[in-house]
């Protein structure tokens, strides 16, 4: 069953930034470790970003420097803030748990990058 809905995604130009945003509340609450992902036509989604609970984050070597992953536990909800963004990281966003058990995969929100 999907847990989580992504948002945040959008058309914005080289060098700009973007915030993504993954509400869900019982995925959230009982995964320790959540993360986002990303996948391109042709390509195997690839995770880009970790967060634990404690706050201890890891990067793909691809976007460190450029993405911050956070969460709000009050709010349920768990972000990516996107700088710098280069034409490269155009693909569909998507937020799940980064150890079993995952929900269902979301329907993501697109990130587009114009040259």
């Known amino acids: 069953q999907v847990q989580q809905v992504e948002s945040g995604g959008g058309l914005v130009q080289a060098g700009g930034s973007l915030r993504l945003s993954c509400a869900g509340s019982e995925i959230i609450c009982r995964s320790e470790v959540m993360a986002w992902y990303r996948q391109v036509p042709g390509k195997q989604r690839e995770v880009v970003a970790i967060?634990?609970?404690?706050?201890?984050?890891w990067y793909a070597e691809s976007v460190t420097g450029r993405f911050a992953i956070s969460r709000d536990s009050a709010k349920s909800t768990v972000y990516l803030q996107m700088t710098s963004l280069k034409s490269d990281h155009t693909a569909i966003y998507y937020c799940?748990?980064?150890?079993?058990?995952?929900?269902?995969w979301g329907q993501g929100t697109q990130v587009t990058v114009s040259s």
């Open positions: 799940n748990a980064a150890l079993v058990p995952r929900a269902d």
């Open positions: 967060i634990t609970n404690g706050g201890t984050t």
